[in-house]
T-cell receptor
Framework: LAKTTQPISMDSYEGQEVNITCSHN???????ITWYQQFPSQGPRFIIQ???TKVTNEVASLFIPADRKSSTLSLPRVSLSDTAVYYC???????????FGAGTTVTVRA | KAGVTQTPRYLIKTRGQQVTLSCSPI?????VSWYQQTPGQGLQFLFE???????NKGNFPGRFSGRQFSNSRSEMNVSTLELGDSALYLC????FGQGGYGYTFGSGTRLTVV
């Protein structure tokens, strides 16, 4: 299973764009990159998943370069409510579990 | 539609006791998985069930067990509780349990062992 490395913490201000980069050097051909968000005392929430290039949904964008050894989650115009822990996961398409790392604590200030 | 429901939300138990936690998945979801979250170890996978069969198990001692019923509801049991079992126990449901997509987590059961 590919190990992921992401920054421990990031600070931002309301209205700014936050980019979290995750490295996954040993990603395999069948693996997907998935991001989850977790607020204190709640379960993680699925944000976005991608295989290559760019994926965008209503809350975030995910950029994956051609070599797929890293990925960047982009949160546009963050607000105080985006303060949370963000997890980057590499998931095998036929795996039955999620393997979480330490995550990135994003703190948004007014 | 209703989300994943975990009961109870909070629990205090004494060392040596056993505990049973319950998880009701989203209607139609047949895969239920369990995770333990602690400040030191983070989120760790316990086990996953699909149609009443355990398909995957994490690296936890045999004191941790689970089961799934025909209506997809799941329970996990921890016997002979230890102080280190104090954690937030999270349950997640998904339609098929593969690929990391679309897992919906409950709010968890906070277990404190004293």
């Amino acid at each position: 299973l590919a190990k992921t490395t992401q920054p421990i913490s990031m600070d931002s201000y309301e209205g700014q764009e936050v980019n979290i980069t995750c490295s996954h050097n040993n990603i395999a051909t069948n693996d997907y990159i998935t991001w989850y968000q977790q607020f204190p005392s709640q379960g993680p929430r699925f944000i976005i998943q991608g295989y290559k290039t760019k994926v965008t949904n209503e809350v975030a964008s995910l950029f994956i370069p051609a070599d797929r050894k890293s990925s960047t989650l982009s949160l546009p115009r963050v607000s105080l409510s985006d303060t949370a822990v963000y997890y980057c996961l590499v998931v095998v398409s036929n795996d039955y579990k999620l393997s979480f790392g330490a995550g990135t604590t994003v703190t948004v200030r007014a | 539609k209703a989300g994943v429901t975990q009961t109870p939300r909070y629990l205090i138990k004494t060392r040596g006791q056993q505990v049973t936690l319950s998880c009701s998945p989203i209607s139609g979801h047949r895969s239920v998985s369990w995770y333990q979250q602690t400040p030191g170890q983070g989120l760790q996978f316990l086990f996953e069930y699909f149609s009443e069969t355990q398909r995957n198990k994490g690296n936890f001692p045999g004191r941790f067990s689970g089961r799934q019923f025909s209506n997809s509801r799941s329970e996990m049991n921890v016997s002979t509780l230890e102080l280190g079992d104090s954690a937030l126990y999270l349950c997640a449901s998904t339609a098929f349990g593969q690929g990391g997509y679309g897992y919906t987590f409950g709010s968890g059961t906070r277990l404190t062992v004293v």
